[in-house]
């Protein structure tokens, strides 16, 4: 799901910013508009990031996690999860957990990032509306 939460996200943010650099060219722009537009292109940028590095690592770290699990004949739980406890007595599980952790930390950081700007923007086009 989130590769293409990330993809549509992106494509988004990229005609976004292309409407509003052709819309305010660079040389006419005021500060105001360059900040727009550079909030738009780092949205775009944060969003390849987690579609490009954090998305792969994930995909990657989730084959191997489950690989695991079937060996320890957990994770087809309904209900509350077993790997906890498995981990407490697998090194391997407990360190996959914490990478993952770690890696879904700083994907959801970004996202995060990539939220605030766009909330920035869209308080600059708000601010635009005339009542």
């Given amino acids: 799901m989130f590769p293409a939460y990330f993809s549509m996200v992106g494509v988004c943010c990229a005609v976004s910013a292309t409407a509003f650099g052709y819309m305010h060219p660079w040389k006419s722009a005021t500060t105001t508009e360059k900040y727009q537009?550079?909030?738009l292109v780092s949205a775009f940028?944060?969003?390849l990031i987690n579609l490009f590095v954090f998305t792969p690592m994930t995909i990657e770290m989730m084959k191997h996690r489950?690989?695991?699990e079937r060996e320890e004949n957990?994770?087809?739980e309904i209900g509350g999860s077993k790997n906890q406890?498995?981990?407490k007595k697998n090194p391997k599980l407990a360190a996959m957990n914490k990478n993952f952790g770690?890696?879904?930390g700083l994907s959801s950081l970004i996202n995060l990032m990539s939220f605030g700007?766009?909330?920035?923007?869209?308080?600059?086009?708000a601010g635009k509306l005339s009542l």
């Fill in 102 to 104: 770690i890696i879904h």
């Fill in 85 to 87: 406890e498995v981990a």
């Fill in 37 to 39: 537009l550079g909030f």
């Fill in 74 to 76: 957990i994770g087809n």
């Fill in 117 to 125: 700007v766009l909330a920035m923007h869209t308080w600059y086009l």
């Fill in 45 to 47: 940028a944060f969003n």
């Fill in 66 to 68: 489950h690989k695991v």
